[in-house]
């Protein structure tokens, strides 16, 4: 494998912003410093552009089936997708299957993901049924590399407390983590019951039907719950509200071990989305709903604080074809989801850290380095250090791109952000000292993507 100089640029971690080069040796970094040299090394020029590690997405459902429909981004698509985006290490959470088994979703996931990735990849369980197997069942599954699960608060699979308090002991005794998703489910079937008697179908009563209320009491009960356990380790997903965020605020002074992913919808889009014209609404049907422009400022300050710990994506990439045909008259029957992981780490850059509401190292902490340390990838990735994966992002900070499916590589037919200018776009992307984008060209050729085996939970 050949060596790797990358000469010239701006090297930016969680912690610390400097002018170095760096050396990459069979597919690691061997060194960062000032005026390196390497032998034959290929050389990469990085003046003027910023050098950072790998973005890591722990949330996506690149390979979902519901209801009868498979998203539009597979595995292989949706890593190629990420990857145009900076993304070199994606964290997939599987769908629930009927019988609740846990195992059987593993299986399949591994199989269509081996050869099949542009990135590295992990896996999440899921546990949606729990039975005399379950502990034997995570067992396995934290011996396999993947120490996280999710449980669901809502839709079919969900749990109730006392399951949730079932898997949260489980998955503490295995040093494990328990994601969850967080909503109050009875609160949504009584309420979206209400808005169909009305025949209040449109895409206006989607965030009706589940208002901000059913976040917070969903976190607050969880954190509850998990104090039940034993204080068991607990991550929040897709957090949308600022009243959830003040829930999690209180658990962290408590010094709880609680942890909360946001995404950049939830920062960036609000719930005018679903008053638009025709079917144009339905682009933005995903759970949680898009919120008021209140809870996006809460969930910036968050991640300026310290309170929410990784941005992710929740990337479901639904064609709005398949959105119309299922949900224009009737919203309730519309799949969830919206496409994500590309424009994850521009957005971020160009609306955190263009715009001063976040700093740069912060910026690496949320999008690589957090999301490494906690899902058990680090030391190998999230950093850029001697020893560390070389999954490197030269990101060109001037490079101004308008969104739109046709600029993006994903397969949905559409783009939740079609429109937005982002500032600073990734030009050239190594997975482990591989070119996997080069001068903004995707490289087409062998799945380098490898199955990642997590540590477990340590902190
Ligand atoms: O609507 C969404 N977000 N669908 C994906 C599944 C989930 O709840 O994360
Ligand atoms: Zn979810
Ligand atoms: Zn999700």
Redesign the pocket.
Known sequence: MTAVLVKGGTVVTSTETLKADVRVENGRIAGVGADLSSHEAHIIDATGKLVLPGGVDV?T?FN?EVGGLKVADGFHEGTRSAACGGTTTIVE?PGFTEDGSITAPIANYRKQAQNNCVTDYALHGVVAKVGENTKDDLAALVREGIPSVKV?MT?AGRLNDEEMIRVLEIMKAEHGLVTV?AENHEVIAELTRRLKDEGRLAPTSHPLSRPGYCEAEAVERMIALSRAAGNAPLYI??LSTGAGLEAIRRAKAEGLPVYAETCPQYLLLTDDEYAREGDDALKY???PPLRKREDCEALWQGLADGSIDTVAT?H?SFNLSQKTARGRDNIFACP??IPGAETRLPLLYSEGVAKGRITLNRFVELVSTAPARIMGLAPAKGDIAPGADADIVILDPERKVTISPETLCHNADYNPYEGFVATGWPETVLLRGEAIIENNEFREREALGRFIERSRFTE
């Open positions: 949330h459902h979902l959470h669901y839709y998703h997903v897709h049907v995903l759970s929740d479901c969830g989801g």
